[in-house]
């Protein structure tokens, strides 16, 4: 029979040697544990700090940064619950709410890319239904290696299938996001998920353990090994050779399941049976104990035998760090114990009272009568280590500065570098990967891929709608962090604002490096404090997010890559304004400025492979007069102009229905086709007399007018739409199909 290590035996046998280091521990870092408890940690409370003060559950390293997002945060008479929460919950009318969140789950996604992606899906959903909210839709943002690489084609299709095979099980569409290969990503692909969902304003729930006596109720699916030393190990150690043999730790997800968890919180949500709730993702049943304890300033006595096991010989620091899926933690007071179960076997869900609140602020966990665990919550889930790393700017950054796109060699051939770059991995068409999933299930998506924004219907008589876009580019802040983080955020605020919809709040996920790189750490500092800058700017604050750091191959790390997702309010969605052009007879034109900026850019780099530079310049005070005159105007149609240029929006927007155009360009035609400068939308109205005046001061150009059977650029070339649309629809089908 195995020795459980109790609290009993800890205390007899206080010099007992522990593998600490083997789980990501530092030697102080032990030693303080030690000197919070007044003795060693036993086994199963080596694994909780392990677990709670790794850099994926602490924030360790991040948390100096992080600060700023409080301290410059614009007031906002919307949020309802915001950093720190499972996720952030902005009111968005009278009567309703809207919760979102963008969290990362990247390494288990490289081990085994289908249950990465599945339960990256799952547990951000989870998130969501643990505000009191009903999930309607979700957006994933996903970066792979070089398209090429043998291992890609794995990684691509499993985490695809994963994607989709969740959600669309799940009965949510997948209503936008981004794809993008590059070679750094080769080992270390980005699987960045966001759901949303919406909520009466006063169904608002809480984490909180409140009540002494309160009964902690397990529900959802079974315990099993799946997991263990899952998330919160793998994104807090950087991947060597081989470490997509660690297929263990990777859990494992069941859509169905999580289909009748969400069904069954919203009835004890409507009845008001729930006290306290919170999902158990990463951490498992460690972090749900500690956090809805500590969050409620009590204490909670726990016992292991009563969880439900999928495998009966696991021993309790298993059960602890178990990071199976489909589970949430409730507190239920003594009277609706009975109710909720009933609750719980009406949807076939398992519902099992696991123990109770208590007087004092001591986590007791019990295993068969044995204490494995007694210690204060809030050392597990507030107060961890805090780490303000060495910063130092990368020493190859001024050269890198140095060496611009715009000295390199132009093309000569115009239409054969448009083809080119309509083709290539990050700006063709990427149909192939969202028609594996389901965009208009419920029936309320307005707008989705491969619109800007993906539009969602709230309210069928109003016809109140959500709007949301999420943007990152890890070259522009390789180029200059803080900046571009700035850019980020510039262009998921500019796609929600060219639906009709006014942006009103922010959640991120921060994918880097390893924070014991100074360098990494510098880049992490400079794109907080762009993020934060911008918000400021903005006059929009950020609602929550997620880190994820030791994104890396041994030494090498990957560009730095901020994800910003923005939300917006659109009152009408039957009034929004598509990407794509209409029809003939329409007057397309540019809003914005366009300059010679070619760095970072996609022609820079599918042409000449080369990043050097500095970013597009960002004006968010531009930003905020264009979206205003976006909201304002009378559109047709508008499309942002980002990656590829105007290049890039023009084949999108002809090919979205098939209506041609022809344009005529001023100055440098090579410039006006694929520089990236940002503060750009390419519209079509039928009054553009109307439109310049309700531009102001935002500049106008008239490009020509929409009609015919090809994209012609007066004096430059033509192209049939049909030879257009093989280009920029055949790649991916073509590579992984």
């Given at each position: 029979?195995?020795?459980?290590?109790?609290?009993?035996?800890?205390?007899?046998?206080?010099?007992e040697?522990?593998?600490?280091a083997?789980?990501?521990?530092q030697?102080?870092?032990?030693?303080?544990?030690?000197?919070?408890?007044?003795r060693?940690?036993?086994?199963?409370?080596?694994?909780?700090?392990?677990?709670?003060?790794s850099e994926?559950?602490s924030?360790?390293?991040?948390?100096v940064h992080?600060?700023?997002?409080?301290?410059?945060?614009p007031?906002?008479?919307?949020m309802?619950?915001?950093?720190?929460?499972?996720?952030?919950?902005?009111?968005?009318s009278?009567?309703?709410?809207?919760?979102?969140k963008?969290?990362?789950h990247n390494?288990?996604?490289?081990?085994?890319?289908?249950?990465?992606a599945?339960?990256?899906?799952g547990g951000?959903?989870?998130?969501i239904?643990?505000?009191?909210?009903r999930?309607?839709?979700?957006?994933?943002?996903?970066?792979?290696g070089?398209?090429?690489?043998?291992d890609?084609?794995?990684?691509v299709?499993?985490?695809?299938?994963?994607?989709?095979?969740?959600?669309?099980?799940?009965?949510?569409?997948?209503?936008?996001?981004?794809?993008?290969?590059?070679p750094?990503?080769?080992?270390?692909?980005?699987?960045n998920?966001?759901?949303?969902?919406?909520l009466?304003?006063?169904?608002?729930?809480n984490k909180?353990?409140?009540?002494?006596?309160n009964?902690?109720?397990?529900?959802?699916?079974k315990?099993?090994?799946?997991?263990?030393g899952?998330?919160?190990?793998?994104a807090?150690?950087?991947f060597?050779?081989g470490?997509?043999?660690?297929?263990?730790?990777?859990?494992?997800?069941d859509?169905?399941?999580?289909?009748?968890?969400?069904?069954?919180?919203?009835?004890?949500?409507d009845?008001?049976?729930?006290?306290?709730i919170?999902?158990?993702?990463?951490?498992g049943?460690?972090?749900a104990l500690?956090e809805?304890?500590?969050?409620a300033?009590?204490?909670m006595?726990?016992y292991l035998?009563?969880?439900?096991?999928?495998?009966p010989?696991?021993?309790?620091?298993?059960?602890l760090?178990?990071?199976?899926?489909?589970?949430m933690l409730?507190?239920?007071?003594?009277?609706?114990?009975?109710?909720v179960?009933?609750?719980c076997?009406?949807?076939?869900?398992?519902g099992?009272?696991?123990?109770?609140v208590?007087e004092?602020e001591?986590?007791v966990?019990?295993?068969n009568?044995?204490v494995?665990?007694d210690?204060?919550?809030?050392?597990?889930a507030?107060?961890?280590?805090v780490?303000a790393?060495?910063?130092?700017?990368?020493?190859?950054?001024?050269?890198?500065?140095?060496?611009?796109?715009e000295?390199?060699?132009?093309?000569?051939?115009l239409r054969?570098?448009?083809l080119?770059?309509?083709?290539?991995?990050?700006?063709?068409?990427?149909?192939w990967?969202?028609?594996?999933?389901?965009?208009?299930?419920l029936?309320?998506?307005?707008?989705?891929?491969?619109?800007?924004a993906?539009?969602?219907?709230?309210d069928?008589?109003?016809?109140?709608?959500?709007?949301?876009?999420?943007?990152?580019?890890?070259r522009?802040?390789?180029?200059?962090?803080?900046?571009?983080?700035?850019?980020?955020?510039?262009?998921?605020y500019?796609?929600?604002?060219?639906?009709?919809?006014?942006?009103?709040?922010v959640?991120?996920c921060?994918n880097f490096?390893s924070p014991?790189?100074p360098?990494?750490?510098?880049?992490f500092?400079?794109?907080?404090?762009?993020?934060?800058?911008?918000c400021?700017?903005?006059?929009?604050?950020?609602?929550?997010?997620?880190v994820?750091?030791y994104n890396q191959?041994?030494?090498v790390?990957?560009?730095?890559?901020?994800?910003?997702?923005v939300?917006?309010i659109?009152e009408?969605?039957t009034?929004?304004t598509?990407?794509?052009?209409?029809e003939?007879?329409?007057?397309?034109?540019?809003?914005?400025?366009?300059r010679?900026?070619?760095?970072?850019?996609?022609?820079?780099?599918?042409?000449h492979?080369h990043?050097g530079?500095?970013?597009?310049?960002?004006?968010?005070?531009?930003?905020?007069?264009?979206?205003?005159?976006?909201?304002?105007?009378?559109l047709?149609s508008?499309?942002?102009?980002?990656d590829g240029?105007?290049?890039?929006?023009l084949?999108?927007?002809?090919l979205?229905?098939?209506?041609?155009?022809?344009?005529?360009?001023t100055g440098?035609?090579f410039?006006a086709l694929?520089?990236e400068s940002?503060g750009r939308?390419?519209?079509?109205?039928?009054?553009?007399?109307?439109?310049?005046?309700a531009?102001?001061?935002?500049?106008?150009?008239?490009?020509?007018?929409?009609?015919?059977?090809?994209l012609t650029?007066?004096g430059q070339?033509?192209?049939p739409l049909?030879?257009?649309?093989?280009?920029?629809?055949?790649?991916?089908g073509?590579l992984?199909?």
């Open positions: 029979m195995t020795t459980i290590d109790t609290v009993e035996l800890a205390e007899k046998n206080p010099d040697e522990q593998p600490y083997e789980l990501g521990l030697a102080d870092e032990y030693e303080r544990i030690k000197e919070i408890l007044g060693r940690p036993t086994q199963s409370e080596l694994a909780m700090y392990s677990i709670m003060w994926h559950c924030y360790k390293s991040s948390k992080l600060r700023q997002f409080g301290e410059k945060a007031k906002s008479d919307r309802l619950a915001g950093i720190g929460e499972n996720a952030g919950v902005v009111r968005v009278d009567t309703l709410a809207v919760t979102f963008v969290e990362s390494h288990p996604s490289f081990v085994e890319p289908y249950q990465g599945a339960t990256g899906v951000i959903v989870r998130d239904l643990a505000m009191g909210a999930p309607i839709a979700v957006m994933d943002q996903l970066r792979f070089a398209v090429d690489h043998p890609t084609t794995r990684v299709n499993g985490v695809v299938q994963g994607v989709g095979g969740y959600g669309n099980c799940l009965g949510l569409p997948n209503i936008g996001g981004e794809t993008v290969f590059d750094c990503y080769q080992g270390n692909p980005l699987v998920a966001l759901s949303v969902g919406v009466p304003v006063d169904r608002l729930q909180a353990a409140a009540g002494v006596g009964v902690v109720i397990l529900m959802g699916a315990t099993g090994r799946d997991g263990i899952g998330v919160s190990v793998l807090s150690a950087t060597e050779e470490s997509e043999d660690s297929r263990p730790a990777v859990q494992v997800g859509p169905f399941t999580e289909k009748l968890l969400i069904e069954s919180c919203l009835e004890l949500y009845a008001g049976l729930v006290v306290g919170q999902d158990l993702g990463g951490a049943l460690t972090c500690s809805t304890s500590s969050a300033g009590l204490g006595r726990a035998e009563r969880v439900p096991l999928r495998e010989s696991m021993l309790p620091h298993e059960i760090a178990s990071e199976s899926q489909e589970r409730l507190i239920v007071s003594p009277e609706n114990v009975e109710a179960l009933a609750v076997e009406k949807w076939g869900v398992l099992t009272a696991i123990g109770e208590t004092g001591r986590l966990i019990s295993w009568e044995h494995v665990v210690c204060p919550p809030g050392s597990l507030d107060d961890g280590p780490y790393r060495p910063l130092r700017e990368p020493a190859d950054l001024i050269l890198l500065q140095a060496d611009r796109a000295t390199l060699p132009r093309p000569s051939d054969a570098t448009l080119t770059l309509v083709a290539s991995p990050n700006l063709c068409d990427k149909g990967i969202t028609e594996q999933y389901d965009r208009y299930v029936g309320n998506t307005v707008l989705a891929q491969p619109e800007d993906g539009l969602v219907r709230l069928e008589e109003s016809n109140l709608g959500i709007a949301i876009a999420t943007d990152g580019n890890g522009y802040t390789r180029l200059n962090p803080y900046e571009g983080a700035r850019a980020s955020l510039a262009e998921a500019r796609n929600v604002a060219v639906t009709g919809a006014e942006p009103i709040a959640s991120d921060l490096g014991e790189d360098a990494v750490m510098w880049q500092a400079e794109a907080v404090r762009g993020l934060a800058d911008g400021q700017e903005l006059g929009i604050p950020v609602t929550g997010g997620n994820s750091f191959t041994g030494t790390a990957i560009n730095p890559t901020p994800v910003v997702a939300l917006g659109h009408d969605v009034t929004r598509p990407m794509g052009f209409a003939a007879g329409h007057t397309i034109a540019l809003l914005g400025e366009t010679e900026e070619l760095s970072g850019s996609e022609w820079a780099w599918v042409e492979g990043l530079g500095q970013p597009p310049k960002i004006d968010l005070g531009h930003e905020k007069k264009l979206a205003d005159v976006l909201r304002a105007a009378d047709v508008a499309h942002d102009l980002s240029g105007l290049a890039q929006a084949t999108e927007s002809v979205r229905r098939g209506i041609g155009a022809t344009v005529t360009l440098d035609a410039v694929f520089s940002a939308v390419l519209v079509t109205v039928k009054d553009v007399d109307a439109l310049r005046a531009a102001g001061d935002i500049p106008v150009t008239v490009l020509g007018t929409t009609g015919g059977d090809k650029v007066e070339f033509e192209i049909t030879e257009l649309a093989e280009a920029h629809q055949g790649t991916l073509k992984y199909g």
